[in-house]
């Protein structure tokens, strides 16, 4: 899944890809690439990130969504907002990727129930403003586990069916860094959920610290190697997709993976 951010302000490419034919331009680049998914979302999600409103989230984000599925880009829409969910559908969408798991707008759930859209959960605790103030766990596993359990016991209430529920244990959504490193080496029981599951680490700021001195940080554009060792992870793990900005490297990755499995006794 590669990403496409029709944003002023993301934490590792805001800007670049705001502009409309940029952003088609890029997603079509990030398909050349080796991307299934092409993910775009008009709302940046960096911590303290303030949201834009609806209309200009449609603004930004149906145009680019109706472009890229007019010239057979498979399309996933990055949005907690119902609104904009409906009309990247209606504009060609072919998945739905809600960072909140239904949370901030339970009505989001009527615009996929009862169709074969794929829809995204992944686990949340709060908006980019104040999620850090959630970021307590006794057992970070198991509790990511459990509340992404609740949220398909609520969306299967709602009307969506089994086959259209992919989980996302939230790496770096009120998580510390050790956090996240735990939830990587657990990542098994996300996945002995028995459901799709969808990882994202891309250039996340726990990735730029690795071997760095105390207060040390690799900025966002240096740290695609350490998300490809992320997405080798997640192939040997058996998650279903990576959601990255560096496409290349992370095909070049799974390829390693391919490679070595086939030469397996």
């Not at 930004?60 to 829409?77: Q, T």
């Not at 739905?96 to 707008?105: C, K, Q, Y």
Request: charged share 25%.
């Amino acid at each position: 899944m590669g990403i496409v951010n029709v944003t002023p302000d993301s934490f590792s490419d805001g800007g670049r890809w705001y502009d409309e034919d940029a952003a088609v331009a890029h997603g079509l680049e990030l398909v050349a690439q080796g991307a299934t998914l092409v993910d775009v979302g008009g709302e940046s999600t960096r911590p303290g990130a303030h949201r834009p409103d609806e209309d200009e989230e449609v603004r930004r984000v149906v145009p680019v969504v109706r472009r890229l599925a007019d010239e057979g880009v498979a399309v996933s829409v990055d949005t907690m907002r119902t609104r904009v969910a409906a009309a990247a559908v209606e504009a060609g969408a072919a998945v739905i990727n809600d960072v909140s798991g239904g949370l901030a707008e339970p009505e989001i759930a009527s615009v996929v129930a009862g169709s074969d859209i794929p829809f995204v959960v992944m686990h949340w605790r709060g908006h980019s403003t104040d999620m850090y103030a959630a970021a307590s766990y006794d057992d970070v596993v198991g509790e990511v586990c459990t509340e992404l359990e609740q949220r398909v016991e609520v969306l299967l209430a709602a009307g969506l069916g089994e086959h259209q529920l992919v989980l996302d244990p939230g790496i770096g959504f009120a998580k510390t860094a050790e956090h996240n490193w735990e939830l990587l080496a657990g990542l098994d029981r996300v996945v002995a959920l028995g459901r799709p599951v969808l990882l994202g680490t891309s250039r996340k700021g726990f990735l730029g610290k690795v071997g760095r001195a105390a207060g040390a940080e690799r900025p966002p554009v240096e740290r695609d190697t350490a998300t490809a060792v992320t997405t080798a992870l997640a192939a040997r793990t058996g998650v279903w997709a990576v959601r990255v900005h560096d496409v290349v490297a992370s095909v070049d990755a799974l390829d390693v993976v391919d490679a070595l499995e086939a030469h397996r006794a």
